[in-house]
């Protein structure tokens, strides 16, 4: 038997109120992650309860990137905002741990907000962008 799964997109406004009710529930938090489109950000939330998947979409305008912090609520969703900012530059209202842009160090600044950042013209074999392959196992260390 199939497990329900549903996915709904509200407004940035309505965020709180939905992750509140989900959590009153008992639902627990699987992932945050975000996907950049040409003009918007979707962030999506994923919550599960007794197999049941729900999901919470969010879209951001690429103009103003950004979303209340649902950390306060979920702990460990401060882990995928700073994750966010850090890969799409997304800023999130209300972060309850801010690693102020330090939790990864990438060489380009929000990598993933472009179709055409380094990594896409990389694969499409864009010359200006070189890309060593690598051709073997590093020595281990002794």
Not at 9 to 20: M, Q
Not at 113 to 126: D, F, I, L, M, Y
Request: hydrophobic residues 35%; glycine residues 8%; charged residues 20%.
């Amino acid at each position: 038997m199939t497990q329900p799964q549903t996915l709904e997109t509200i407004a940035a406004g309505e965020l709180g109120a939905k992750i509140r009710a989900l959590r009153t529930q008992g639902y627990r938090m699987i992932q945050v992650t975000a996907t950049a489109l040409a003009d918007h950000f979707e962030v999506t939330y994923s919550f599960g309860i007794n197999g049941t998947l729900v999901s919470i979409r969010v879209e951001v305008p690429k103009s103003k990137p950004r979303v209340p912090s649902i950390s306060s609520l979920f702990p460990a969703g401060f882990l995928y905002e700073n994750e966010l900012h850090d890969l799409f530059g997304l800023e999130f209202d209300g972060l309850t741990v801010d690693f102020k842009g330090n939790f990864y160090k990438t060489s380009v600044k929000f990598p993933l907000t472009s179709v055409e950042g380094p990594c896409t013209q990389a694969a499409r074999g864009n010359p200006a962008v070189p890309v060593t392959p690598k051709t073997s196992a590093p020595e281990p260390a002794k």
